[in-house]
């Protein structure tokens, strides 16, 4: 099955930045969408930026110029470049992929679940 692994989490000041890494193992095949979620406590899991097949890429607006998704498909592996880093951005970042993707861009596995990694922690304070 699937395995997702995050890395790359850790502590900021505002205005820092951090770069996130997924690698995905036991795959043969390029999933359809690729994504990155991140959930604050007290709050759902939310999406913070997607790449499909094609490569088409959608931000959630609250990271739209400030974070970048990209892959590198030979090595199996997603990334998240996050700079100007803010307080409200503090959250557990998840990896994860899925078959299709919403309107918004996010990915979902319609009439089953997506693959999820185990998190990675960003916290960001001054």
């Known amino acids: 099955q699937e395995r997702l692994e995050e890395s790359g989490g850790g502590s900021v000041q505002p205005g820092g930045s951090l770069t996130l890494a997924c690698v995905m193992s036991?795959?043969?095949?390029?999933?359809?969408?690729m994504g990155w979620f991140r959930q604050a406590p007290g709050t759902e899991r939310a999406g913070v930026a997607n790449?499909?097949?094609?490569?088409?890429?959608t931000y959630a607006d609250s990271v739209e110029g400030r974070f970048t998704i990209s892959r590198d498909l030979a090595k199996n592996t997603l990334y998240l470049t996050m700079n100007l880093l803010e307080p409200e951005d503090s959250g557990m970042y998840y990896c994860?992929?899925?078959?299709?993707?919403?309107?918004?861009?996010?990915?979902?596995?319609?009439?089953?679940?997506?693959?999820w990694g185990q998190g990675t922690q960003v916290t960001v304070s001054s």
């Open positions: 994860t992929t899925g078959s299709a993707r919403r309107r918004n861009g996010t990915c979902y596995t319609p009439f089953g679940e997506n693959v």
């Open positions: 036991k795959t043969q095949y390029t999933p359809y969408c």
């Open positions: 790449i499909d097949r094609d490569g088409r890429i």
